[in-house]
DNA sequence: TAAGATTGATGTTTCAATCTTT
DNA sequence: AAAGATTGAAACATCAATCTTA
């Protein structure tokens, strides 16, 4: 059959799954009992910060997120309630909008990633060589991944 | 700071996030298509063939899918819903209680194997070469996965 | 008391349909 | 009609509490 993997390349995907599984599962656990949101939350903070305070599009954010519209509708929804973010109609599109950190947000960006990168260096830096992560990016996971389309550049 | 990590960490996570969420998508999407259950279905359908007739604990199920243990108790009610797994008494522990493959569970699996495994020479297999493969397994996310706890070696 | 497992309430994601503007 | 975005209903996940047996 001409699509059937190699077994290494089914121990690669298995690996991939677990490896991000194990890791995400312990940088969540460290972002609770530090108390703050979760790692979707950062995500749209970053993404917003990144765009220096112009805002975002919703589709922008799907894009840069992987995540759907619907979801990405709701995810702002409770962001909103929470004050991190605001909606401000869009001048160019009316059917549209921008969404913007709020100073709350900003703050709350800057709280989670002093925990953020404590955790990834404990899950993440800790257990690799620095050859080891060079050749993972290179060759590996990027080739995975395929390019982002929205305007973060890995 | 003592546990900051390098940028080069930072990007490995991102990539390693990133990797995992468009191959899974890809692959959910492969199975959707082909009009099969998800991913996590089939996880433990895997399982459960390979514990050969003897079946699982729900717990050792659990351990192997790295998932909480009330999830895995609804899991195994809808699979029960669609008649793959059945559920029989421990003989030797009264709380507990075996998962067992039903017939129709077996042919489910290998349904799903016949896509799932297309599915990942597409996303996986096809990107990378062998030399890739075998060091991002053995120095990369072998190492940040850790020992699988359950039943099933990697 | 602790381990194995389930359950009610609540929060999040998904599906399909909808609404508005281009 | 297509793109951007939202919404109701249903499926699924999570939290805290509970139940049973070891």
Redesign the pocket.
Known sequence: MIDKPTELTVDVWIALLRAQRVALQAIEADL?SAGVPTL?WYDVLIELRRSKGDGM???EL?QALLL???????????MVRAGYVR?EA?TD?????KIHLTESGQEMQRRMWLVYRSSIQAHIGERLGNEDMARMLVTGLRSIAGKPKGVTEL
């Open positions: 609770k979707s599009r919703p589709f799907e759907a519209q619907h979801n990405v509708s709701r995810l702002i929804d409770r909606r869009c599109d009316g059917r549209g909008q």
